[in-house]
């Protein structure tokens, strides 16, 4: 096939006009293009309000492929690469292994595995999408948390309830196949030629126990409500897990696909003395504005034929970086709470992205300099120290302390909503912001945010709000892992976000790959 890039076409176009296009570049009567397969889609907005629509395609015709790339001259064309990837090969094996925890990292671990016929044991803490969403539902409308299954426990992952965004700065062959995955499970098909892919919460809760049958009908087997308690082992490996403080699960080769969340796991982990370190991360708020604010900022114009408009900024203070983090368009900021007595803030976006607010998190770049403990779990430790300040000025009944940004650059405690109505539930409750976060964080913040606003006009709006605290945009620990993958503990696999090792649901999901196919390659050894 032929690859034609950089096709510019009006918001309001129609797709059959690809084809008229690819013609045109290649000297060709409209009659020889055979088929056309979309590659890419992003929106130019370079010279706004004139906002384009810029496509990638790949081009069947009929006739010589480098005849017709020759005679056409455009520059912008080329013989199609052919990039995919396969999953390993079946692997007969009496040994099966077993994978903790069903997020992303995990869930494609298991696939994997499953595909090479290895028949994966999942072991999930939380509950079924179904249930779990249930749950959470509750716990949005009531402030009743249930410490097992929330926006950070179950099936699917934190990413569950999230934009479920799909983009990575990875360059991975894997990556066009773990889109592939989650169009055959019910995502929406443009994620695969999406500049920006995203999936949105209400379509994850479905397509997430799509993936789990699918690893059943593989031979796969997934158990919710069972939290790994210990790890057992003799000389130096593995040799079995303890589920639920009870039943003991023999097996060797074991996929640790912990979210950042999993603090009693760490705790467990560090207590075995298995080598872990701390490392950077970011905390900071949820800020909010009127997504007709950044429609108008980002396009110039709102224009209801475009995509809602989204951001993604950074700000390099004298000591800080400051920067925007899975921005959800048309969104929600929600209650991501796992542990009694603590607040927790996180972004979310429904598929068509139609929500009145957008959202993203706004972070301060934390080192283990800054921490004000020591030991690979300091990080945590703070970030629960900040989440149950944020308990106690929220009211203690998962209210989320809030600010409007006027307020917070001015230094007085907020009484309540300007035009930015929050949509964080169960509440908010009015402050300053100052008294709950450290001073670390609030300086950083009050500095990048007019450097921000003049990047992207309405970012700082004054009646927009801020809503705190956003702890948990990765993990502040990282288990260490050789070339093999595995930790000094051997047969075990510390895999995805909660291990240190990704940002997000597709860098989780190709460590997955990654740990079973390492995996699958040391059973065969």
Known sequence: MIRLREIPLPPEHNVAQLQFEAARMLKVSNSKIRSIRLVRRS???????????????????????????????????SVAPVLFYKPPKRCESDVRPVVVGFGPAGMFAALILALAGLKPLVLERGEDAATRHKKVQRFFETGQLDAKSNVQFGEGGAGTFS????????????????????????????????????VG??????????????????????????????????????????????????????????????????????????????????????????????DTAQYGKVDPVLPPADYKMVKHL???????????????????????????????????????????????????????????????????????????????????????????????????????QPTYRPGVKWCDLHQVLPEKITRA??????????????????????????????????????ESRQAALKGLYPTGEGAGYAGGIMSAAIDGIQSAEALIENIRK
């Open 43 to 77: 929106v130019d907005a370079r010279k706004k309000p004139d906002v384009k629509i810029v496509y990638t395609i790949d081009v069947a015709v009929d006739g010589n492929e480098n005849k017709i790339l020759k005679q056409s001259g455009c520059k912008r064309a």
């Open 163 to 198: 934009d479920g965004k799909l983009n990575t700065g990875v360059n991975n062959p894997r990556i066009g196949w773990v889109l592939e995955q989650f169009a055959a499970a019910g995502a929406r098909e443009d994620i695969l030629f999406d500049a920006k892919p995203h």
């Open 201 to 294: 919460t209400d379509v994850l809760l479905r397509v997430v126990q799509n993936i789990r049958e699918r690893i059943i009908s593989l031979g796969g087997e997934v158990r919710f409500n069972t939290q790994v308690t210990r790890i057992c082992r003799n000389d130096g490996r593995v040799t079995g897990l303890e589920v639920n403080e009870a039943e003991i699960i023999p097996c060797s080769h074991v996929i640790l696909a912990i979210g950042h969340s999993a603090r009693d796991t760490f705790e467990m982990l560090y207590e075995m003395d298995i080598p872990m370190e701390p490392k950077p991360f970011s905390m900071g708020v949820r800020i909010e504005q009127k997504q007709t604010t950044v």
């Open 318 to 420: 004298d000591n800080e970086t400051v920067y925007t983090f899975c921005m959800c368009p048309g969104g929600y900021v929600v209650a991501a709470a796992s542990e009694a007595g603590r607040v927790v803030t996180n972004g979310m976006s429904y598929a068509d992205r139609d929500g009145e607010n957008a959202n993203a998190a706004l972070l301060v770049t934390l080192n283990p300099v800054d921490f004000p403990g020591e030991g690979p779990l300091a990080g945590m430790y703070w970030q629960r120290q900040i989440e149950e300040a944020a308990f106690e000025a929220g009211g203690r009944n998962y209210h989320a302390p809030a600010q409007t940004v006027g307020d917070f650059l001015t230094g007085r405690a907020s009484e309540g909503p300007g035009a930015v």
């Open 445 to 482: 913040l009050k500095e990048a945010l007019p450097l921000m606003d003049g990047s992207l006009k309405g970012f700082a709006d004054p009646q927009g709000v801020l809503t705190a605290p956003e702890t948990r945009s990765s993990s502040p620990v990282r288990i260490i892992r050789d």
